[in-house]
């Protein structure tokens, strides 16, 4: 991958980190109201089985969330310390160049489209 291509790529993993990290901001905030309105008693719900489940699963999803948001920063952290070295673009188990719609697709691929598939074929058995 030559330099200009470097650049792109840089640019667009570093909006797209910066796009993670606001969205964990707002998650996190959900979570922090949630945990203070518990602690306070003012959730506004009533003590309905119902509504404590919902709440539950809402808080549960937002805790989800947060923790997948955090894996892909810091698969976006790993891209960019590829970059940084040049193997930014090559796939980690064959070493062929990664294609720039896959990259394009998902700025945080490791692997080429065949290594990908190999690994997820193995997870399924």
């Known amino acids: ?67 997948q948001g955090t894996d892909y920063l810091r698969r976006l952290d790993d891209a960019l310390k590829r970059i940084e070295d040049g193997t930014y673009g090559v796939c980690e188990e064959c070493s062929s160049k990664i294609p720039v719609k896959r990259l394009e697709a998902y700025l945080a691929a490791k692997l080429c489209v065949d290594c990908k598939s190999k690994q997820e074929k193995l997870q399924r058995s």
Do not use: C, P, W
């Open 1 to 67: 991958m030559n330099k200009r291509e470097l650049a792109r790529f840089r640019k667009l993993v570093e909006e797209e980190r910066e796009r993670v990290l606001k969205k964990l901001g707002v998650i996190g905030e959900e979570i922090s109201d949630r945990t203070s309105n518990k602690a306070s008693g003012s959730q506004g719900y009533s003590n309905h089985m119902a509504d404590i489940g919902s709440d539950a699963m809402e808080q549960e999803q937002a805790f989800l969330h947060a923790s």
